[in-house]
């Protein structure tokens, strides 16, 4: 068995709450206009690859409850297949949407993905986190995702194999964190020095760039008010793989990664805003974007 790409990168059960007026202060109750179960974390990104064509696998331990159980069928649904032994409980988001932003809180029991699992599976492309760089067979390509966890885990010291990667993405506040830069351009210098193509999100400006040690920007779109900006980092790097799998020079790869992570912020939950490729296609090539190679 091949696959084009394994995300791995764990996947959490996000209990999204729809319509809040305000976040609550401490001893205070707010009440939400919906509560809304899906997919989170790794199965995310993995749910945007398999919607853009790429056969896709999701190396995450999930456990055999009722939340481990509503992920599986999510993503059987999806043609994700998925890998890995079960954990005892399966790792939970609470999302808290709110004027174009969103505050979250997690129980992650730690557990993650084997190296066995995503090398059973020949792939392509490797889609995961800075811990886990060892689960990447040789001759696939690395796309390292950095979330507030790596970020903080890591700070002030980069692996020292992250040079094998393809690229990095990681947001504006978490490459701070992880660099001690005093702004999301420096520290896109920073990593753009140990990595072939570092990305930084920049929320509705896009992204910015360094790749092979220039500075590119990547440019954001407009696509309406913002619902729900979960998941945004985990479409873009799918988008990035999609991109790169169908030959497109890589800048062109980022813009149209840049397009898929913003058009996923008009519904609540990031799993939800994964946009089909027909339509993608139709965005993008309405927005200006080169078509992808035949």
Request: charged content about 20%; proline content about 7%; glycine content about 12%.
């Amino acid at each position: 068995m091949s696959v084009d790409v394994v995300v791995a990168v764990p996947a959490f059960m996000d209990m999204t709450f729809v319509g809040l007026e305000a976040l609550p202060h401490l001893g205070e109750e707010r009440f939400a206009g919906d509560l809304v179960r899906s997919p989170g974390g790794g199965a995310i990104t993995a749910i945007g690859a398999a919607r853009l064509g790429l056969s896709t696998a999701l190396a995450a331990p999930i456990a055999p409850d009722p939340a481990g159980n509503m992920i599986r069928e999510v993503l059987h649904e999806e043609g994700v297949a998925i890998v890995g032994a079960p954990c005892p409980r399966t790792p939970v988001t609470m999302v808290l949407p709110l004027d174009g932003q969103r505050a979250m809180v997690t129980f992650d029991p730690g557990v993650r993905a084997r190296a066995a699992d995503v090398a059973a599976l020949a792939p392509r492309a490797v889609i995961t986190g800075l811990s886990q760089l060892d689960v990447v067979p040789d001759g696939a390509r690395a796309y390292v995702s950095v979330g507030d966890d790596d970020a903080r885990a890591f700070a002030g010291r980069l692996p020292g194999d992250l040079g094998t990667a393809a690229g990095m993405l990681i947001d504006s506040r978490e490459s701070m964190v992880l660099t001690g830069a005093g702004t999301p351009e420096e520290a896109a210098e920073v990593l753009g020095r140990t990595v072939p193509a570092a990305v930084v999100g920049v929320g509705t400006r896009g992204a910015v760039a360094v790749i092979d040690g220039r500075r590119v920007d990547i440019e954001g779109f407009d696509v309406g008010a913002t619902v729900d900006p979960t998941g945004t980092s985990d479409l873009f790097v799918a988008a990035w793989a999609w991109g790169d799998a169908g030959g497109m020079a890589l800048e062109d790869s980022l813009r149209w990664a840049s397009l898929y992570a913003a058009l996923s912020v008009r519904v609540p939950t990031g799993a939800a805003g994964a946009t089909a490729l027909a339509e993608f296609i139709e965005e993008g090539s309405r927005r200006g974007l080169p078509l992808p190679p035949e």
